[in-house]
């Protein structure tokens, strides 16, 4: 069975960093697709970055050059590093992996960015 577990989430002021990871377990981690989404309140939910299993990285306009995703597949985990927030980016985050035409989530994990 399949589970991820998200982390790192907090309360950071505007221009501050946050570091998310996401372990997974019950996968064959290294050949699947990871990503982060977000979903803010009355919102619904948003890609915010993929990371392909040869780490191939795309990221959503609204984040390029301040979020960075990565991998280890030593560890089964994915991270997002995520620098210079704003308090748009408040939301709770989740990791997802795609195993075939499965997709599976995490719980998420809660930033919240005040200004």
Do not use: H
């Amino acid at each position: 069975q399949v589970q991820l577990v998200e982390s790192g989430g907090g309360l950071v002021q505007a221009g501050g960093s946050l570091r998310l990871s996401c372990a997974a377990s019950g996968s064959i981690f290294r050949f699947n697709v990871m990503g982060w989404y977000r979903q803010a309140p009355g919102k619904q939910r948003e890609w915010v970055a993929r990371i392909s299993s040869i780490g191939i990285k795309d990221y959503a306009d609204s984040v390029k050059g301040r979020f960075t995703i990565s991998r280890d597949n030593a560890l089964n985990t994915v991270y997002l590093q995520m620098n210079s927030l704003k308090p748009e980016d408040t939301a709770v985050y989740y990791c997802k992996e795609a195993q075939g035409s499965r997709d599976y989530w995490g719980q998420g994990t809660q930033v919240t960015v005040s200004s």
